[in-house]
């Protein structure tokens, strides 16, 4: 008997919860004025952007290990897990300004563990595609993916301005609990089980990576609170966290390298060339992504008196050209080499930003700035998708789970250093550039209102100069993405057919079928063989998208159960 595996639905289920969390990292920046209104913080920007930090590194140190721990209990079982702690956070996140003992302590620390649920989901929706979608074929399904991604952190803005204006901001998370339960349904019904592979835990690892991320942003977000100087009374000082985060990340290094048994970083991986360099250009998009709307916003609605919906809207030609354009580009993918879409698109992205800068001022027509904005949806459909596809594309498949781990880590790893770095300097610009009140008392300004007047061109100034930091990250991502090498070769699936005839090249179920086509999955885990299986004879029974039936005359040894991705999948 042979069950349909059906890509396409799963990949849908999987991205609505993916989408929902992307938009979690971007959302609250347009609440930002609102929050620290509503929870009485003052002028304290800092502390209003800790609830993005909090969330994105809670998000990004655990992907690593939960990467794995999808491997290990299998990845649907994590994705669920993680979805439910997501949602019930989100919960705990809108009322917290209401509850006993509430406020920005109680927010950040809900915001800690809806990063935690985001992260244990990440990695299974990555590692999902790999393992059901042929490399050949996978360009689409990355395409989707990218989209997913570019338009989630865009779109983000605009949903939040329209909540907070007409609900509160309270409402940015309590809309994740109706969608959050339509994801858990939908991925219940159509996301495969598949087969699962005993890990051992790297937990030192895990400890040397958290506390060197935690020191690295800490130091980095926290530094202009402390004057760059000793941290209350305590022996610590800002630059000393810094410079302690590093040497703690390097140990991390040292250890993945001398670790034999099985680190949490597999650093075999960076000798792909296409590999190391995707991921050093997913970091500069996650930087440059997360930083670029807080400076945007801030303008918007402190000096252009705009509202959250308004302000959002300005960014609105972004979400709407990238969404349109990204399906187009992942088609593309499969067709020509990824690096003339990606480099090009890095470079709009950069140029969008650096105008972006230069066009900021007390009073610019608004329309004006809807150029930028769309300039940059249209840099970003040819941003997410190719780098996503190129990531994992010449890896094995007993390798793809593994990269994709690394993957979502590298780019959140990005969005925390890009928020934290841009709360610094957004917090030292202002203290630069806006001037002395006119009585020569230091400027004061009540959060979610227009500033006075004449302080205005400083505002502007200081968040003109912020958003040239973005700008040069991007540039920067063109740079990396200039030096990938082509392509190989797919080694399975649809176009690794004609290569393999004859050259014991390893056929793939569902090889020659159309993108998206039902896979056949054959009932019976116990026949599935796996990424090191040699060719199958004609009569073999298909076994899903990473199978491979050994030859007739391969010596079965009672141990035919041989990659993490070969198994087939199981309801």
Known sequence: ???????????????IGFFMILIDTTIVSVANPSIMKGLNLGTDYNAVIWVTSAYLLAYAVPLLITGRLGDRFGPKNMYLIGLVIFTLASAWCGFSGVMAGGGIGMLITARVVQGLGASLMTPQTMAVITRIFPPDRRGAAMGLWGAVAGVATLIGPLLGGVLVDWLGWEWIFFINVPVGVVAFILAMRLVPKLPTHTHAFDILGVVLSAVGMFLLVFGIQEGGTYNWGVIGDGPFSVWGLIIAGIVVLIAFVVWQALNKKEPLLPLPLFRDRNFSLSNGAITTVGFAVTCMALPLVFYFQTVRGLTPTESALMLAPTAVFSGVLAPVMGRLIDKINPKFIATPGLVLFSLSLFLYSRMLTPDVSIWWLLIPSALMGIAMSGVWGPISAVTTRNLPMNQAGAGSGVFNTTRQIGAVLGSASISALITGRLAADLPKAPSGAAPTATAGTELPSFLHAGFTQAMSEALLLPAAVAFLGALIVVWWAKP???????????AGAGA????????????????????SAASAHGAHAASRPVDAVPHGAHSAEPAADAPRDGDEHHGIHAAPATE
């Open 1 to 15: 008997m042979e069950r349909q595996l059906k890509p396409w639905p799963a990949l849908w289920a999987l991205v």
């Open 488 to 498: 190989k070769p797919p080694a399975w699936g649809p176009g690794a057919a004609g």
């Open 504 to 523: 014991g090249a390893p056929a793939t179920a569902g090889a020659g079928q159309p993108a998206g086509e039902p896979v056949g999955v054959a009932e």
